[in-house]
């Protein structure tokens, strides 16, 4: 069972453009955690949120936690090829620390 | 600090044959996961130690994969016998449960292909 669904799959953009990726689920997380996969590497992880509707800001990236705890979105600014990478949200699991991921959003940023 | 090791980073075998990786997580982090993640996917936990004990392997296929933590430090996870599904990353992680959200440490992962 999927329990996160993000969207879009693939995302391929031009250098300096802004873009949205999205993390959904049908049930309450407790928290969610934004990783970044770059090729060959294992995640790194962004950010934590855990507030409903909690914004946090990490340079040219903010992340936004829904209101309902059901949904979270990231908004990268003035793209950079730096920026490429497989974007995964993750969710912790009741009462445990084990994490749960998504499929991930793969971003291809083109000079 | 150095982060989390893995070897090989790379691997190819034949089905039926058998395969072993080894992780080494950061120093002092008492709780190590293994992870495998198939191409355009995110990755799945496999299992999960607390120092030497396991904590969780509800989703390592154990008719195939063992895997073991003996002295709560390194971990070995083995494969036997490998069948083509199998092909994946295999990543490590660690964690030392210092802050409240225990933030997992990734290694670069060691990429698995089943001929």
């Known amino acids: 069972t999927q329990l996160l669904e993000q969207s879009p799959q693939f995302l391929s953009i031009q250098e300096g453009e802004n873009l949205t990726v999205y993390c959904n689920s049908s049930?309450?997380?407790?928290?969610l955690q934004w990783y970044r996969q770059e090729p060959g590497e294992g995640p790194v992880l962004l950010v934590t949120v855990v507030t409903g509707g909690e914004v946090k800001k990490l340079k040219r990236l903010t992340f936004q936690f829904g209101d309902a705890r059901k949904d979270s979105s990231l908004h990268i600014t003035a793209a950079q090829p730096g920026d490429t990478g497989l974007y995964l949200c993750?969710?912790?699991?009741?009462?445990?620390?084990?994490?749960?991921f998504g499929k991930g959003t793969k971003l291809s940023v083109i000079p | 600090e150095a982060g989390v090791a893995q070897s090989p980073r790379y691997k190819i075998i034949e089905k039926r044959q058998s395969v072993a990786f080894w992780c080494n997580p950061i120093s002092g982090h008492a709780t190590l996961y293994w992870y495998q993640q198939i191409l355009g996917q995110g990755p799945k936990l496999l299992i999960q130690f607390q120092n030497n004990g396991v904590v969780d392997d509800s989703q390592l296929p154990k008719d195939r994969f063992s895997a073991e933590r003996l002295k709560g430090v390194d971990s070995t996870l083995k494969i036997q016998p490998a069948k083509l599904e199998d092909s994946a990353v295999y990543l490590c992680?660690?964690?030392?449960?210092?802050?409240?959200?225990?933030?997992?440490?990734f290694g670069p992962g060691t990429r698995l292909t089943v001929l």
């Open positions: 993750a969710r912790r699991g009741a009462g445990s620390y084990q994490l749960t």
């Open positions: 049930s309450v997380f407790s928290s």
């Open positions: 992680a660690s964690s030392g449960g210092g802050d409240s959200y225990n933030e997992q440490f």
